[in-house]
Nanobody, 116 residues
Framework: QVQLVESGGGLVQPGGSLRLSCAAS????????MGWYRQDLGKRRELVAT????????NYADSVKGRFTISRDNVKNTMYLQMNLLKPEDTAVYFC?????????WGQGTQVTVSS
């Protein structure tokens, strides 16, 4: 079993920055890909960014490319999402995701609100 716990969400002003963290525990040795998804009220969940176990390959949604940076620390079993130049449309619940060979694991989510 894998458990994921997000943290770092909150209220920020447009143009501000926020850093999200996802701590993984349990049977994490077979996790190869991790990522961040987000979902606002009444909207479908969308992929934000993914990263491989080595950290050598990353993928970003076009809407966040150049503003967000995904990273991971395998020693700490923690994944991060550095969010810069935040916009109101970035407002959503952000979910941590981890994948092994057959299963997707999800955290409970952390709320990010970008507003003046």
């Amino acid at each position: 079993q894998v458990q994921l716990v997000e943290s770092g969400g909150g209220l920020v002003q447009p143009g501000g920055s926020l850093r999200l963290s996802c701590a993984a525990s349990g049977s994490t040795s077979n996790i190869h890909v991790m990522g961040w998804y987000r979902q606002d009220l009444g909207k479908r969940r969308e992929l934000v960014a993914t990263i491989t176990r080595s950290g050598g390959r990353t993928n970003y949604a076009d809407s966040v490319k150049g503003r967000f940076t995904i990273s991971r620390d395998n020693v700490k079993n923690t994944m991060y999402l550095q969010m810069n130049l935040l916009k109101p449309e970035d407002t959503a619940v952000y979910f941590c995701n981890a994948r092994d060979f057959s299963t997707h694991y999800w955290g409970q989510g952390t709320q990010v609100t970008v507003s003046s």
